[in-house]
């Protein structure tokens, strides 16, 4: 029995963007393995590792909102080898504090198995989501 379309890899990380921008943390969770490995870049304000769906949301999706208003990954262009998913994508929000805007380009490395999402790994110019929260 082979993968269903809704398996391939990069419609299981599509999901994931679109759970993402839609505030829906349950269907996003759900595109998420429940080992998943989830590492936001050094230098971004979420910096680190966190494991298991509901501490991707917890420690990441949930912070964001606390600090941003309307953050929304924007998946512009994926590259697909296998189950590696390379999006360049873009940021952008607004700081709730310095009132700010961010608009970031940004690469998102994922690793889809099973129709879940095992790794990402963030690339970030960090420094601009620095100047806008500061």
Known sequence: MGLSTEDLPADVVRRQYLASAGGDLEA???????????????????AGTYRTPEGVTANVMEKLGLDWDAWIAHDDT???????????ARYTARHRTTGKQLAA??????????GLIV?????????LVRDAAS
């Open 28 to 46: 996003l969770r759900a595109t998420l393995a429940p080992d998943v490995e989830w590492t936001e870049m050094a230098g971004f304000p979420l």
């Open 78 to 88: 994926y590259v697909v080898d296998g189950e590696d998913v390379v999006v360049l």
């Open 105 to 114: 380009r940004v690469a998102h490395h994922f690793v889809v198995r099973g």
């Open 119 to 127: 790794r990402f790994e963030q690339f970030v110019d960090t420094a």
